[in-house]
């Protein structure tokens, strides 16, 4: 009996090892075949990249141009992950089809901050996921142009001539030479809808209907030219108050009846992220106070605002004081909105004429002073200065952010209190007796005869 439960313990301890080596083998194997999604981003204590890969030759190959665009998009921790996973290939254009080919209109559309994703999918148009040596190019087909940009397609009668076929050949992937840009549908759209305003053009509103009661008929309003001004100012159409909603368009509403301002605000405040060093203020806009949706509604009504943002180091130097009040934020940021559209050269060329310039603000009454100093623009008066630090980070037509390196703050004027003058005492003289009294009187004192006459006493 007791041999029988010895032999039934020794199974059973069999067994459960057995299963722990099981799974322990199972725990061990299965790192080895997971594989990375290509849609997570890269991490940052990834692989680092060899120094012969074929993302460092491109940054110090003769593709100059090309280099600083990847740059300058940001695009270089995404082409390392791409480059950990499989081999690239890379079409290139030579430097002249990016400096004199090039359309300047559309380089600096390329090349704006707000325009960054439309310069990461043309870059990324430009790479292929496989490697591709100059022998293949002639007999590609058309499901092997597939491009890292959305896994989109290139056709192949579209491919530019390859000038410089295996320029640049390395381990992880190979550069050719081509004689011009490829460009995405989906990037020449954006172009075209920007250069024709047709993304933040619209019908100008119309004011509602109104009944003529003598003749109980619509009264016809005065045709607006269309991309007039808005009829109401601006201080008419801001919200009564912070944390408000703005007053409602002078006309009926809809799709089609304003500015697309919201997408323009979230635009520029993405911009000012992108451009970095503007974090503080783009805080305060969209979290600490309702002001990026005000500005949002006040563009879609047809008015222009010019943001003189301060950077972070200049947010930075605010104190608690000047932060804990009710509606500080509110009040900070609207001596800092100007109601008009002004540029960086605007500006200058205003204060190199006139000297000084007083601007407008949507903190009534105040203004803010600019004026010419050491070839820039200085903003304020006293120990409150700024310098226009940043210019231009973002234009569109109908916002402007300037960056400045400090915060303003109106210029308090004393009030001088009123003095009430003292009244005057009039001096009230004795009445005097007339001379015909006098007279008389005296002709009566000498016959003693003066008593009998009172006026005589």
């Not at 007791?2 to 322990?24: E, R």
């Not at 995404?78 to 690239?88: C, Q, S």
């Not at 600490?288 to 180091?313: I, Q, R």
Request: a negative charge; glycine letters at 6%.
């Amino acid at each position: 009996m007791d041999s029988q439960i010895y032999g039934l313990f020794i199974f059973i301890l069999l067994v459960t090892s057995s299963a722990a080596a099981a799974l322990s083998s199972n725990h061990h194997q299965t790192p080895k075949h997971k594989t990375p999604s290509s849609s997570q981003p890269p991490t940052n204590n990834s692989t680092p990249v060899n120094s012969n890969s074929v993302l460092v030759a491109l940054l110090d190959s003769h593709y100059t141009e090309l280099a600083e665009f990847v740059e300058k998009a940001l695009l270089l921790q995404t082409l390392e992950a791409a480059v950990a996973r499989h081999n690239i290939t890379i079409f290139a254009p030579k430097n002249e089809a990016l400096e004199r080919d090039l359309d300047p209109e559309f380089k600096r559309f390329l090349l704006e901050p707000g325009n960054i994703k439309s310069l990461q999918s043309l870059l990324l148009f430009h790479i292929f996921p496989t490697r591709l040596a100059s022998h293949q190019l002639d007999g590609v087909l058309p499901h092997e142009c597939k491009t890292l940009f959305n896994d989109e397609h290139v056709d192949p009668l579209d491919m530019p001539k390859v000038v410089r076929p295996d320029d640049v050949v390395r381990p992880d992937g190979v550069i050719h030479g081509i004689e011009r840009l490829l460009i995405p549908r989906s990037v020449q759209e954006d172009f075209n809808r920007r250069r024709n305003l047709r993304s933040i053009s619209a019908v100008f509103p119309e004011s509602s209907p109104v009944v003529d009661p003598r003749t109980n008929r619509l009264k016809k309003a005065a045709p607006v030219p269309a991309g007039s001004p808005p009829v109401l100012p601006i201080y008419d159409a801001m919200a009564p108050g912070p944390s408000l909603a703005p007053a409602p368009a002078p006309g009926p509403g809809g799709p089609h009846g304003h500015f697309d301002g919201e997408s323009q605000v979230k635009d520029f405040i993405q911009t000012l992220l992108h451009y970095g060093g503007y974090n503080e203020l783009a805080d305060i806009l969209v979290n600490l106070t309702s002001l990026a949706t005000e500005m949002g509604k006040l563009v879609s009504e047809g008015y222009v605002l010019t943001v003189l943002a301060p950077n972070d180091e200049a947010m930075a130097k605010l104190t608690t004081d000047q932060l804990s009040e009710p509606g500080a934020p509110e009040q900070i940021i609207y001596y800092h909105l100007i109601p008009e559209y002004q540029t960086e050269e605007s500006m200058y060329n205003a204060v190199r004429r006139f000297g000084k310039v007083s601007y407008d603000t949507l903190r009534v009454p105040f203004k803010v002073v600019a004026e010419e100093a050491d070839g820039s623009v200085k903003f304020g008066e006293g120990d409150a200065v700024a310098y226009l630090f940043d210019p231009d980070i973002y234009t569109d037509g109908r916002i402007s952010v300037q960056g400045i390196d400090g915060v303003l703050f109106p210029v308090e004027v004393p009030s001088t209190p009123v003095t009430k003058a003292a009244p005057v005492a009039k001096a009230v003289a004795p009445q005097r007796r007339g001379k015909l009294m006098e007279v008389t009187c005296g002709v009566l004192w000498a016959i003693g005869q003066d008593s009998h006459l009172t006026a005589c006493q």
